[in-house]
């Protein structure tokens, strides 16, 4: 049985990018996941409010090999106000493993962008999310 997702979720994101130091950028992120029968939705926004995104498609699946569940999903960004040298929209891709021990449940995995692709500076990185309590 897969595990419930619905709630929120708070997490990192650590980039490939980096910034005007060189330094590798870190974000803090919350994700809300809503999930019935006739649907599924997740959002994601930085708590700095740099930036948020959509979900446009999305998969939930479970690897018939191992029996482990993964959260596969392409998503939309905007910036509202970006800096000089970033995009204000951009699409991405991401592919999270559900880990669930005993009460703790973690989303966990990798996500790549087009960001600032024409500029070479693309993003990819690790996600690590777990679910906020209420």
């Known amino acids: ?4 997702l619905n709630g929120k979720w708070l997490g990192e994101i650590h980039s490939s990018y980096a910034d005007e130091n060189g330094n590798k950028v870190t974000k803090e992120v919350e994700l809300t996941v809503k999930a019935d029968l006739f649907g599924f939705s997740l959002a994601l926004r930085s708590l700095d ?4 995104s ?8 479970r ?8 959260l596969s999903y392409i998503f939309e960004a905007s910036v509202p106000i970006p800096k000089e040298t970033d995009d204000r929209l951009f ?6 493993e559900i880990i669930v021990k005993e009460e703790k449940t973690v989303l966990k995995g990798t996500y790549w962008t087009n960001r600032a692709w024409q500029r070479g500076m693309n993003t990819a990185g690790l996600i690590t999310m777990e679910r906020r309590h209420s």
């Open 1 to 4: 049985m897969c595990p419930n």
């Open 49 to 52: 409010g740099y930036q948020e």
């Open 54 to 61: 959509k979900v446009i498609q999305s998969e939930l699946y």
């Open 63 to 70: 690897d018939p090999r191992t029996g482990t569940f993964y």
């Open 91 to 96: 699409d991405g891709a991401a592919k999270l």
